[in-house]
């Protein structure tokens, strides 16, 4: 599974990079904001991408809704600092398939969404 990670802190890009590959997801890219994370989705055909809600530019509802877009759109799940809560029914509504909180990334977490 490719994955492409969203994230204005390349803190958090380094630490999901990390705890994603030691699980075995190739992680193909990294983008800092929502323009360059479409740009990269188009470029890099990912199968699922990581995408933090706030971010600088258009926020990761836009970016979603976008992706959603795609010729073949790649699997999206939303993460975030704050809770699930804090969003509504956005994340649905964006076409995103999930959201995981930061805190609670792991593999797993993102196989759970990844089931048919």
């Not at 323009?35 to 970016?63: C, K, M, N, S, Y």
């Not at 509504?93 to 990844?114: M, N, Q, T």
């Amino acid at each position: 599974m490719t994955v492409l990670i969203v994230d204005d802190h390349p803190s958090f890009r380094a630490s999901a990079r990390t705890l994603l590959e030691a699980e075995g997801y190739n992680i193909v890219g990294e983008a800092e904001n929502g323009e360059t994370a479409v740009e990269a989705a188009r470029e890099l055909h990912p199968d699922l991408v990581l995408l933090d809600v706030q971010l600088p530019g258009i926020d990761g509802f836009a970016v979603a809704d976008q992706l959603r877009k795609l010729e073949d759109p790649p699997i999206v799940i939303l993460t975030s600092s704050r809770d699930r809560a804090d969003y509504g029914r956005c994340i649905g509504e964006c076409g995103a398939h999930g959201f995981v909180p930061k805190a609670d990334l792991s593999g797993a977490a993102i196989a759970a969404f990844l089931v048919a």
